[in-house]
């Protein structure tokens, strides 16, 4: 019994951190990209749709690496494939 406790604490730390530090790099990536499309759009006004066009493909990509890692978080959290070792 005190391994399925040890199991699930380290489970569900890894789960937080998972999900902390997905969100934490979603979020400095979307905010320099959005950073470096405001200098790009002030400095060639002209190339704003290309650039905007990158820019919304990048977004969601960045979007979909959090998203998947949210998805797996939610695997382990309600059916862990590591309680079955135990078992």
Not at 14 to 33: K, P
């Amino acid at each position: 019994m005190e391994h399925l406790a040890m199991i699930q604490s380290f489970t569900a730390i890894g789960l937080g951190l998972m999900v902390g530090l997905g969100a934490l790099g979603a979020c400095i990536g979307i905010g320099i990209m959005s950073a470096s499309f405001l200098d790009g759009a002030a400095r060639q006004p002209e190339l704003i749709p290309q650039l905007q066009t990158k820019v919304f493909l990048l977004l969601g990509l960045i979007d979909a690496s959090f998203i998947i890692s949210v998805g797996i978080v939610m695997m382990f959290a309600f059916a862990n494939p590591l309680l079955s070792v135990i078992s």
